[in-house]
Nanobody, 114 residues
């Protein structure tokens, strides 16, 4: 059974930092593109950042230079370091693993207050 479990969400003030982690089980995550998506209330779920098996990364423009995605294949874990957080970063953040099919975590809430 495939499971993606996110952790590290919480509430911070603007300018603060959080580090999200997503631990995968039931898959060989090293062959998957791993990503973080977010969904704010009333909005669609959008890509934040993703990292390929080879380590290439892609970020949405609004988080470039503030967020960093990384992966540890030995631990089957993907991370999202979020710095200089803004109120508009408030959302539920979801982990995604994509290869032959997509897998999703249950989400973790990130709230940034001004």
């Amino acid at each position: 059974q495939v499971r993606l479990v996110e952790s590290g969400g919480g509430s911070v003030q603007a300018g603060g930092s959080l580090r999200l982690a997503c631990s995968a089980s039931g898959i060989i995550s090293s062959v998957y593109t791993l990503g973080w998506y977010r969904q704010a209330p009333g909005k669609e779920r959008d890509l934040v950042a993703k990292i390929t098996p080879g380590g290439s990364t892609n970020y949405v423009d609004s988080v470039k230079a503030r967020f960093t995605i990384s992966r540890d294949n030995a631990k089957n874990t993907v991370y999202l370091q979020m710095n200089s957080l803004r109120p508009e970063d408030t959302a539920v953040y979801y982990c995604n693993a994509a290869y032959a099919r997509n897998y999703w975590g249950q989400g973790t809430q990130v709230t940034v207050s001004s």
